[in-house]
């Protein structure tokens, strides 16, 4: 168990809906990433949060958006879905060491499929 | 920039065979490198890291050394298990960005 927390597991939804995921880092992690996994394109990086501010921008479609609250958790809002937005979503929270060096710990995921 | 390039997969072994999944990476400065596991089903998981170079990552039988010299951290095991079935990945950490090779599917045959 890596401490990382993600709901839900498992989301089925329609075309042009609008569904929210939610993630509890670990305790003490400032830093919460979000990635799209996808059997064709791999291990996509979107977007992540440090301390509840936005840090870096992967591949975000303008359709998504994040954003991290005060006690740290996160969530990514994913509107006018499409039928290739299906995947599977993850989390990631890293605490940076004192060489300024972080390591990720993932989430368990959640899997979208949209209909 | 950064990046990470490992081997394409899949691989496909015979149990108690010797396991090496090459991963090359470019960088500035110095990254920590780390192989992640991700069994079917479920999230990554960290398998081993090495913070700077010549450190050598261990953890359930895997081995990676982090060789400057060729700009490599390659996965070892010497006698992989059904149970190794996994997708394998490569990941490098610099300042504010942390970069995932694409993956290398193993498959161990009993």
């Known amino acids: 168990d890596s401490g990382v927390t993600q709901t839900p597991k498992h989301l089925i939804t329609a075309t042009g809906q609008r569904v929210t995921l939610r993630c509890s880092p670990r305790s003490g992690d400032l830093s919460v990433y979000w990635y799209q996994q996808s059997l064709d394109q791999g291990l996509q990086f979107l977007i992540q949060?440090?301390?509840?501010?936005?840090?870096a921008k992967g591949n975000i479609l303008e359709r998504f958006s994040a954003q991290q609250f005060p006690d740290l958790h996160s969530e990514l809002n994913l509107s006018s879905l499409e039928l290739g937005d299906s995947a599977l979503y993850f989390c990631?929270?890293?605490?940076?060491?004192?060489?300024?060096?972080?390591?990720?710990?993932f989430g368990p995921g959640t899997r979208l499929l949209v209909l | 920039g950064n990046s990470v390039t490992q081997m394409e997969g899949p691989v496909t072994l015979s149990e108690e065979a010797f396991l090496t999944i090459n991963c090359t990476y470019t960088?500035?400065?110095?990254?920590?490198l780390f192989w992640y596991v991700q069994y079917p089903g479920e999230g990554l998981q960290l398998l081993l890291k090495a913070t700077k170079a010549d450190d050598k990552g261990s953890n359930k039988g895997f081995e990676a050394t982090y060789r400057k010299e060729t700009t490599s951290f390659h996965l070892e095991k010497g006698s992989v298990q059904v149970s190794d079935s996994a997708v394998y990945f490569c990941?490098?950490?610099?300042?504010?960005?942390?970069?995932f090779g694409t993956g290398t599917r193993l498959k161990v045959l009993a």
């Open positions: 990941a490098l950490s610099g300042t504010y960005k942390y970069i």
């Open positions: 990631a929270s890293s605490a940076e060491d004192r060489g300024g060096q972080e390591t990720q710990y």
């Open positions: 949060y440090y301390n509840g501010e936005e840090r």
């Open positions: 960088a500035t400065g110095y990254p920590s």
